[in-house]
């Protein structure tokens, strides 16, 4: 089992930056995608950004972040981060780590374990 606990919600103006954080515990993380979905109210859990073990840590991103998120993981640490820049108000959700054994996937179904979530609100 995977235990992750978020850290690093909270409310910020339109044009701001949070940096989320996701720590890892209860196995190795050996071979383990790391990455971020989020759900706004009213709307289904949608894929954000991941980045895998292998291969060098290809990294993905959501077209609606790309140039403003940015990902990246502390194997030694057995972490995950999310630095969120140029914030806007659809950007609120609640924020989700997520883990899958081999590549990630954006479809929430393939996910192997989630975080509780850390919400994010962004006003305008």
């Known amino acids: 089992q995977v235990q992750l606990v978020e850290s690093g919600g909270g409310l910020v103006q339109a044009g701001g930056s949070l940096r989320l954080s996701c720590a890892a515990s209860?196995?190795?993380?050996?071979?383990?995608?790391m990455g971020w979905f989020r759900q706004a109210p009213g709307k289904e859990r949608e894929f954000v950004a991941a980045i895998d073990w292998s291969g060098g840590g290809t990294i993905y991103y959501a077209d609606s972040v790309k140039g403003r998120f940015t990902i990246s993981r502390d194997n030694a640490k057995s972490s995950v981060y999310l630095q969120m820049n140029s914030l806007k108000p659809e950007d609120t959700a609640v924020y989700y780590c997520?883990?899958?054994?081999?590549?990630?996937?954006?479809?929430?179904?393939?996910?192997?374990?989630w975080g509780q979530g850390t919400r994010v609100t962004v006003s305008s």
């Open positions: 997520a883990a899958k054994l081999g590549p990630m996937s954006s479809s929430t179904g393939m996910v192997d374990y």
């Open positions: 209860g196995r190795t993380l050996s071979g383990y995608a």
